[in-house]
């Protein structure tokens, strides 16, 4: 099982990132998959989820309005478009993938936002 994010930087405020994750070695279809951060200090967070069939979003509110999660089924990949960033969204941004009692993670990409 793999879960590899790709896409984080170094952003300055107000700008937008698109972050993606390329799973493989299970059936991504027909798993739930959130992004979840961690900054330094902090326990990691839940940032924002999407069902197996995109029917269902949901986001923490300190992203709401500003973040959006999707998924390709066919490309196996769930996406976390980022826009209008703030210096507190800087961290570690880590990839989740869950059904039922199995769950997975990927290592995560750096995500900062400076001037």
């Known amino acids: 099982v793999q879960l590899v994010e790709s896409g984080g930087g170094l952003v300055q405020p107000g700008g937008s990132l698109r972050l993606s994750c390329a799973a493989s070695?299970?059936?991504?279809?027909?798993?739930?998959m959130s992004w979840f951060r961690q900054a330094p200090g902090k326990e990691r967070e839940f940032v924002a989820t999407?069902?197996?069939?995109?029917?269902?979003?949901y986001y923490a509110d300190s992203v709401k309005g500003r973040f959006t999660i999707s998924r390709d089924n066919a490309k196996n990949t769930v996406y976390l478009q980022m826009d209008s960033l703030k210096p507190e969204d800087t961290a570690v941004y880590y990839c989740h993938a869950r059904r039922n009692a199995n769950e997975y993670w990927g290592q995560g990409t750096q995500v900062t936002v400076s001037s």
């Open positions: 999407i069902s197996w069939g995109s029917f269902v979003t």
């Open positions: 070695g299970f059936t991504f279809s027909s798993y739930a």
